[in-house]
């Protein structure tokens, strides 16, 4: 794909799009025809994606992206509207996430968590509209959790910086819906990734798969499927929407009799 026809295309920017979720969204998203920046802390992580998009017929370019670091973020965007002068699809993936016990839980965790996960949300969805304002259409999707709709022990952190990305998506929705531009948010169940391979302990996914009727982990491309709806043109009424794709979860409650 040369750099003429990438700035003919709508081009989308994933943001922790190197691995896991964030990877099989970018690979979803070219599939269906945008050019997509996979953003990520690892470039070396990022080119390995963007290549194996390329190979396979799609579109794609790595960027090195720190979303924890404002300047970073106002540097990536300087970038894409000098490249491209365009962008259309946002998706706000990137994050951290370790827990503690509440009693436990260190400031600088707390802090970092809410800067990685919540106002990285806020400064690259600004970014990314100023550019849709051009031409009065863009989707923005926030990838929050399910743990930003029900607690679960040590995710105090984790947890209410999701809820928080979930009350700032319905914020960004309505103060962007005058200008052709839908935001929503995707809320993951556990689902099968490095992070909740290094994260969720034996008891953890037992607890999970127990509370839910699906009684399985989703995949990365279920995820995937749900935020590629989302940024379809056809998606062009539903905003201010958080969707769980959890296998249930959030809907279950007794599940046995």
């Known amino acids: 794909?040369?750099?003429?026809?990438?700035?003919?295309?709508?081009?989308?920017?994933?943001?922790?799009?190197?691995?896991?979720?964030?990877?099989?969204?970018?690979?979803?998203?070219?599939?269906?025809?945008?050019?997509?920046?996979?953003?990520?802390?690892?470039?070396?992580?990022?080119?390995?994606?963007?290549?194996?998009?390329?190979?396979?017929?799609?579109?794609?370019?790595?960027?090195?992206?720190?979303?924890?670091?404002?300047?970073?973020?106002?540097?990536?965007?300087?970038?894409?509207?000098?490249?491209?002068?365009?962008?259309?699809?946002?998706?706000?993936?990137?994050?951290?996430?370790?827990?503690?016990?509440?009693?436990?839980?260190?400031?600088?965790?707390?802090?970092?968590?809410?800067?990685?996960?919540?106002?990285?949300?806020?400064?690259?969805?600004?970014?990314?509209?100023?550019?849709?304002?051009?031409h009065q259409w863009g989707r923005i999707v926030n990838i929050s959790s399910v743990s930003g709709l029900r607690a679960g022990t040590g995710r105090t952190a984790y947890g209410t910086s999701k809820a928080a990305v979930i009350g700032l998506t319905r914020q960004m929705a309505i103060e962007l819906a005058e200008h052709g531009i839908t935001v929503n948010s995707v809320a993951p169940g556990p689902i099968d990734t490095p992070m909740t391979e290094a994260l969720h302990s034996a008891e953890t996914r037992l607890s999970f798969t127990n509370g839910m009727p699906m009684k399985r982990y989703g995949t990365p491309a279920e995820i995937a499927a749900a935020v590629s709806f989302l940024a379809r043109p056809d998606a062009s009424f539903i905003t201010g929407h958080v969707v769980p794709v959890d296998g249930g979860f959030i809907a279950a409650g007794v599940l046995n009799i």
């Open 1 to 134: 794909m040369t750099e003429q026809d990438s700035r003919a295309l709508r081009v989308a920017l994933v943001t922790g799009g190197a691995m896991g979720i964030g990877a099989a969204i970018a690979e979803r998203l070219a599939m269906d025809g945008l050019h997509v920046l996979v953003a990520d802390i690892n470039l070396e992580a990022a080119n390995v994606t963007a290549a194996k998009i390329n190979a396979s017929g799609g579109s794609a370019a790595a960027l090195c992206m720190d979303v924890s670091d404002p300047e970073a973020i106002a540097q990536t965007f300087a970038t894409i509207e000098l490249d491209y002068g365009r962008c259309d699809v946002l998706i706000n993936n990137a994050g951290i996430a370790k827990t503690y016990a509440f009693l436990d839980l260190p400031l600088d965790a707390w802090q970092k968590t809410l800067t990685t996960n919540l106002t990285s949300v806020l400064l690259c969805g600004q970014h990314a509209a100023r550019l849709m304002l051009r």
